[in-house]
Nanobody
């Protein structure tokens, strides 16, 4: 179920920005909802936000609302997470996940077990 590839992580100072990308080599994400999750050491994996096949966005994490923006570019078969004003508490491994959706909806799930395919994650470290 490791079918996705995340990129764009790295080390940034507090207040900095990063843009993460999620791609699916060999198949299209056009009909899938895509979620971004993160997991810090010793903590549970938590949903950040997700985007449906039609572009509907669901925000799941109040701590990053207004700072993180999810988007997708179907022509590039890529989903993005743009992160602004990063703080030390944002340090985590960030994962993208794809869900094959049986019905059309503008809502997407924040549950880990809702998703069918995952990437291996990309490390984001925010430190001065």
């Amino acid at each position: 179920q490791t079918r996705l590839v995340e990129s764009g992580g790295g080390l940034v100072q507090p207040g900095g920005s990063l843009k993460l990308s999620c791609t699916a080599p060999g198949f299209t994400l056009e009909n899938d909802a895509i979620g971004w999750f993160r997991q810090a050491p010793g903590k549970e994996r938590e949903a950040v936000s997700c985007i449906t096949s039609s572009g509907g966005v669901t925000h799941h994490l109040d701590a990053v609302k207004g700072r993180f923006t999810i988007s997708r570019d179907n022509a590039k078969n890529t989903v993005y997470l743009h992160m602004d004003n990063l703080q030390s508490d944002d340090t985590a491994v960030y994962y993208c996940a794809a869900e094959n959706v049986a019905v059309l909806t503008r809502y997407c799930s924040g549950r880990v077990d809702s998703y069918d395919y995952w990437g291996l994650g990309t490390q984001v470290t925010v430190s001065s």
